[in-house]
């Protein structure tokens, strides 16, 4: 099953290669992962994306605790929360797909950031599937370039990752 | 007043009460090392390899419980090492490693002798540190020593590149360290012990199952109190050996993929498992699902939460310091009117003496060929069950492990988790420089001593009367047993050719050589070296039968009660 793992990290030089070593060296699977500096610059707020059965989970999250920059690391997929992915995506924009492209964005929720004669940047955010949605819905031959930056997320309410 | 770098290095150490460093100079480590020199509170012992650094400092630690120091220069000097760091990653041993880097504006540039020793090291240290500002090398320093020893202990290695080292600051060794990112669990849930008592109670047919956690907490004492309070059965792994008196009639052995008859037998057909310091090894266990095909209840004690539930489900987890929950089950089964049910224990204990009785550990002594079995037991006679045994990896680690009865903890060194070959010899050295009246002995083979060979030189700069014990049977015995076994007999690779005559070899160095051909001869000799030449260092080569097994054995992939004896061939 899909797991969101937000993890408090001291923000030192090579934090997030403890934390990628660790996935490679144990096997772990890593769908994507997201790191900055947070509102206090010592600490690095981790999120990331992972799969696996209920006892490889549990390994990955002990494992992560184990890790001595490690401060907090919690599983947000336990319960209510919010996920949120940024995607730029760079279309083609000409003749009668460049109303078309206008179109699709809106339908998104998506923002036009750049545009040049021949090409639109479209902004996005939302959850995965918001993102793999839109880009279904553009022919792909139009398509010229995408990057994702994979998923942040955080606990709704009371629910805090704080030191 | 200001310090340099290198000075805080050394003021650090001192402060530790480090007694040794084990290590090798080189240009990135040249101001510590003149720092070294000016200095008589610790001495620094030259090993010939880094790798034999490391061990050392490792087996130090291993014997005495205290923290093992190496010191090595940056790049070769670094990666020679990490077989040394990686050895005691695997067995949780609490070393801490300095290694020199080029200087911080150099990092990076592809410098002479540069490595990037924080990302080589990374996956088999506990932590590692890179200090670019001296400022920060005492606490880092501090830092490396508290994480070593707390918790589930291990190596920490500190980088220090070499401008560091010149550079001065301030000196103020803190007297304590807290970090918010690290604060090991170290008291036992106690609703947890009550659980695991109640089901300890209810056992019809107990085990204990104890490994390498209880040497590393100190925690042999409260073990064997606790397993002779309840009068249960107890195992231990090869890594716990000395953690319950092998002479004792509740020892059933040690277990796994060599272990004994009954010990496995007894492992596969509890039904209450209470694992102690010990983490359900592949060559423990055999097969999980094999060994999960029985229903049983399982109490897992250890500091680490990560070992718990990895490779097998528990029933009752409890993390903590095994003393102190050996201790809080003692206490409460002391204050409870409770004990376990004696008839089931009875008839669990006429089974047990059932397997035991199948004797899996006999072998036959002519009068020929020297049986490397018969070496040891005769080692362990004449030794009064005293010495400090260091082995290296192979047939004759599982030999010193099955035959040798290792009553006290810390007394039974070798590489359980990583198997490497050629700790043989620096291990003695570490164990000699802990405890400088031991009887030492390194068992071995001939081609695990080659691999550290070149440490006789240091064993005779130090006199270090230790005793190898070379059981020669000109193979890669274990390699060999299987290809014997699963590889048709094809013996690959696996014959030792063009063997150096060890006793001329030892002797170049100046130690005592034998060499011992005859079984009629192997005590008189060994009576001889632990006598006569108690204070020399002496090789025994004993040319040993080539084609003994090591039995019992469980093949991998296999269960526990899937065992190949030696009556079955």
Known sequence: ?163 | MQLTGAEIVVRCLQEEKVEYVFGYPGGSVLYIYDELFKQDKFKHVLVRHEQAAVHAADAYSRSSNKIGVCLVTSGPGVTNAVTGIATAYMDSIPIVIISGQVPTPYIGQDAFQECDTVGITRPCVKHNFLVKDVKELATTLKKAFYIAKTGRPGPVLVDIPKDVTMHKCDFEYPKSISMRSYNPVVKPHEGQVRKALQLLLGAKRPMIYAGGGVILSDASNQLTKLARTLGFPVTNTLMGLGGYPATDDQFVGMLGMHGTYEANMAMQHCDVLVAIGARFDDRVIGNPEHFGSVLRKIIHIDIDPSSISKRVDVDVPIVGHLPDVLGKLQALLEQSAERPDAKALAVWWKQINTWRARNSLKYKQGKELIMPQYVVEKLYEITGGEAFVTSDVGQHQMWAAQYYKFDKPRRWINSGGLGTMGVGLPYAMGVRFANPKATVACITGEASIQMNIQELSTARQFRLPIKVINLNNRYLGMVRQWQEMFHGNRYSESYVDALPDFVKLAESYGHVGMRIERPADVEPALREAFTTHKNDFVFMDFLTDQTANVYPMIAAGKGLSEMILAEEL
């Open chain 1, 1 to 163: 099953m899909r797991h969101i793992i937000s993890i408090l990290i001291e923000n030192e030089a090579g934090a997030l290669s403890r934390v990628s070593g660790l996935f490679s060296a144990r096997a772990f699977n890593i769908e994507s992962l997201t790191v900055a500096a947070t509102e206090d610059s010592s600490l690095s707020r981790m999120t990331i994306v992972s799969s696996g059965s209920d006892g490889v989970i549990e390994q990955i999250i002990k494992q992560l605790n184990k890790l001595i920059d490690v401060i907090k690391v919690v599983d947000l997929s336990e319960s209510a929360h919010i996920e949120r992915e940024l995607m730029l995506v760079k279309v083609r924009a000409t003749g009668k797909d460049r109303e078309e492209m206008k179109r699709v964005a809106d339908i998104f929720r998506g923002r036009i950031v750049d545009v040049t004669e021949s090409t639109y940047v479209i902004e996005l955010t939302g959850n995965c599937s918001k993102l793999d949605a839109c880009l279904a819905a553009i022919n792909p031959d139009l398509v010229l370039e995408t990057v994702r930056t994979g998923v942040c997320g955080i606990g709704r309410g009371d629910r805090i990752l704080k030191v």
